[in-house]
């Protein structure tokens, strides 16, 4: 079994400024890697994610992660914080060979006006 | 095109009883897989159904069970509830087996026992 470590639980950061929220997995065996993101009283929705190719993702709404396989870590940044990028934040790691998500305890995010 | 949708959105039983959880998948998608949420636990993996057979199950009692019928769509019943299962209830669906498919949440169901 996989285990997901979200070294922060709460990451408070002004408006415009920049964040990372960071994740480390166990597994040294081939994984996908994932980012999902839930606003209060809503399900999880993905925000990006790796299963091959490039080390680096990005998503639609300015978000990125790298993946970095010999630190086993797939943290999550962004260069410029909205108020609305305030939410839960969840990693996610999946074998590749696998069909559930192992998912890290989450990162509160508040930005701060 | 609709979304995955858990009915109901909200649920309150009482220690003892029963209680039993659907999940409508996005039309195409034929795996199914539940996710229980909280606070204490985080996410955790029920189990996942495809074609209606479950390939994978996380580690809950016998307590927790599903089921998927012949249209994709799931349920998961909880029998003898226990304070402890007061959760949300979160059910992902994806067209393929596999979470390279891609898996989209519905918004859960906010169970809890009393």
């Known amino acids: 079994a996989q285990s997901v470590t979200q070294l922060d639980s709460q990451v408070p950061v002004f408006e415009e400024a920049p964040v990372e929220l960071r994740c480390n997995y166990s597994?040294?065996?081939?994984?996908?890697l994932f980012w999902y993101v839930q606003y209060p009283n809503q399900g999880l929705q993905l925000l990006l994610k790796?299963?091959?190719?490039?080390?680096l993702v990005e998503s639609i709404n300015g978000f990125e992660a790298e993946f970095n396989k010999s630190q086993t870590s797939f943290h999550l940044r962004k260069p410029s914080v909205h108020i609305s990028d305030t939410a839960e934040y969840f990693c996610?790691?999946?074998?590749?060979?696998?069909?559930?998500?192992?998912f890290g305890t989450g990162t509160s995010l508040t930005v701060i006006p | 095109k609709a979304g995955v949708t858990q009915t109901p959105r909200y649920l309150i039983k009482t220690r003892g009883q029963q209680v039993t959880l659907s999940c409508s998948p996005i039309?195409?998608?034929?795996?199914v897989s539940w996710y229980q949420q909280t606070p204490g636990q985080g996410l955790q993996f029920l189990f996942e159904?495809?074609?209606?057979?479950?390939?994978n199950k996380g580690n809950f009692p016998g307590r927790f069970s599903g089921r998927q019928f012949s249209n994709s769509r799931s349920e998961m019943n909880v029998s003898t509830l226990e304070l402890g299962d007061s959760a949300l209830y979160l059910c992902?669906?994806?067209f393929g087996a596999g979470v390279n498919y891609g898996y989209t949440f519905g918004s859960g169901t906010r169970l809890t026992v009393v």
């Open positions: 992902a669906s994806s």
């Open positions: 597994s040294s065996v081939s994984v996908y």
């Open positions: 790796y299963l091959s190719g490039s080390t």
């Open positions: 996610a790691v999946s074998e590749n060979t696998g069909n559930q998500f192992y």
């Open positions: 039309s195409g998608h034929r795996s």
């Open positions: 159904y495809f074609s209606e057979t479950q390939r």
